[in-house]
């Protein structure tokens, strides 16, 4: 089970790091999604937020957070964390983490089904 860590309470516009750590092992040979679950949408599906490719692979990101969050994977590839910028309070949620097995353009990754290793999560709160 992977561990999430680093969120906590910023005013909007303030920036914060999360990161996703293997207690397993590294990274190397798996893509590392970020997904986050909003208050009051737990009956809906989590979020895509951002996902870093195994093996050198592309990152992408969603459209709601293109240009302000960057997944940056550490370089023993024992961490893949979050940067966060320009935070909104519709950033405001649990964010986790989840890895494939695949690379990205040989699966769905923007659907959180195609993870697995889910951990609790990091709460995010962005007050305005």
């Known amino acids: 089970q992977l561990v999430e860590s680093g969120g906590g309470l910023v005013q909007a516009g303030g920036s914060l790091s999360l990161s996703c750590a293997n207690p397993?092992?590294?990274?190397?040979?798996?893509?590392v999604g970020w997904f986050r679950q909003a208050p009051g949408k737990e009956d809906e599906y989590p979020e895509f937020?951002?996902?870093?490719?195994?093996?050198?692979?592309?990152?992408f990101y969603s459209q709601s957070v293109e240009g302000r969050f960057f997944a940056i994977r550490d370089t023993a590839d024992k961490l893949v964390n979050l940067e966060m910028n320009r935070l909104e309070p519709e950033d405001t949620a649990v964010y986790y983490c989840?890895?494939?097995?695949?690379?990205?353009?040989?699966?769905?990754?923007?659907?959180?089904?195609?993870?697995?290793?889910w951990g609790q999560g990091t709460q995010v709160t962005v007050s305005s």
């Open positions: 397993g092992g590294t990274f190397i040979d798996y893509s």
């Open positions: 989840g890895i494939s097995r695949a690379s990205v353009g040989d699966f769905d990754h923007v659907h959180w089904k195609r993870y697995s290793n």
């Open positions: 937020v951002a996902v870093s490719s195994r093996w050198d692979g592309p990152t």
